[in-house]
């Protein structure tokens, strides 16, 4: 199972971005799904997860901001991004697991300017 995360790019602070990261080598839909992100410096830190039955959990500092969502075979995942600020400037990981075995992909960087 590959994960390939694609979207990021720069954007000026208040905009917007979507993430999509897709799943490909299965046929079978993945588990839950997250995005994590990774400031330099910083440790990598939980962005929003999702469940294959579409629950959802945010970190408080996107709550009301971005939204996770997966597509109807469960294997993309998406980030809407909005009003981006500064500090979500980072790299962004996306994670899924399947039987029990957890998949990451590489990353897409995210720059906001102010």
């Known amino acids: 199972v590959q994960l390939q995360a694609s979207g990021g790019g720069l954007v000026q602070a208040g905009g917007s971005l979507r993430l999509t990261c897709a799943a490909s080598?299965?046929?079978?839909?993945?588990?839950?799904m997250a995005w994590y992100r990774q400031a330099p410096g910083n440790q990598r830190d939980l962005v929003a997860s999702?469940?294959?039955?579409?629950?959802?959990n945010y970190a408080d500092s996107v709550k009301g901001r971005f939204t996770i969502s997966r597509d109807g075979t469960k294997n993309t995942l998406f980030l809407q991004m909005d009003s981006l600020k500064s500090d979500d400037t980072a790299v962004y990981y996306c994670?899924?697991?399947?039987?029990?075995?957890?998949?990451w992909g590489r990353g897409t960087l995210v720059t906001v300017s102010s």
């Open positions: 080598g299965t046929v079978i839909s993945m588990n839950d």
């Open positions: 994670t899924g697991s399947r039987l029990g075995t957890r998949y």
């Open positions: 999702i469940t294959d039955d579409g629950i959802t």
